[in-house]
Nanobody
Framework: QVQLVESGGGLVQAGGSLRLSCAAS????????MGWFRHTPGKEREFVAE????????SYSDSVKGRFTISRDIGKKTVYLQMNSLAPEDTAVYYC????????????WGLGTQVTVSS
């Protein structure tokens, strides 16, 4: 079991930055890929970024590539999402998720943190 708690959301002006954190607890943090997703009412949940357990390989959606950076601190069992050059279309609830590196689907989810970008 993995428990995830997000923090760091808030209100920011367009062009600003925020850093989200996801603290993991439970049996293990190791062997898990970690991802960030976001959801806006009326839209499907959207993949944002992920960092793989093996080698820390990262991937991003086209909409955030070059603006957002995912990173992790294994010792602190925490994953971060640094968000720069924020735009109003980035407004969403951001969710942290985890899956075993051998799994195709994300199995564990946090409750989310709201990010609102004003124009």
């Amino acid at each position: 079991q993995v428990q995830l708690v997000e923090s760091g959301g808030g209100l920011v002006q367009a062009g600003g930055s925020l850093r989200l954190s996801c603290a993991a607890s439970g049996r293990t943090f190791g062997s898990y890929d970690m991802g960030w997703f976001r959801h806006t009412p009326g839209k499907e949940r959207e993949f944002v970024a992920e960092i793989g357990w093996i080698g820390g390989i990262t991937s991003y959606s086209d909409s955030v590539k070059g603006r957002f950076t995912i990173s992790r601190d294994i010792g602190k069992k925490t994953v971060y999402l640094q968000m720069n050059s924020l735009a109003p279309e980035d407004t969403a609830v951001y969710y942290c998720a985890a899956k075993h590196y051998s799994s195709n689907d994300y199995d564990y989810w946090g409750l989310g943190t709201q990010v609102t970008v004003s124009s």
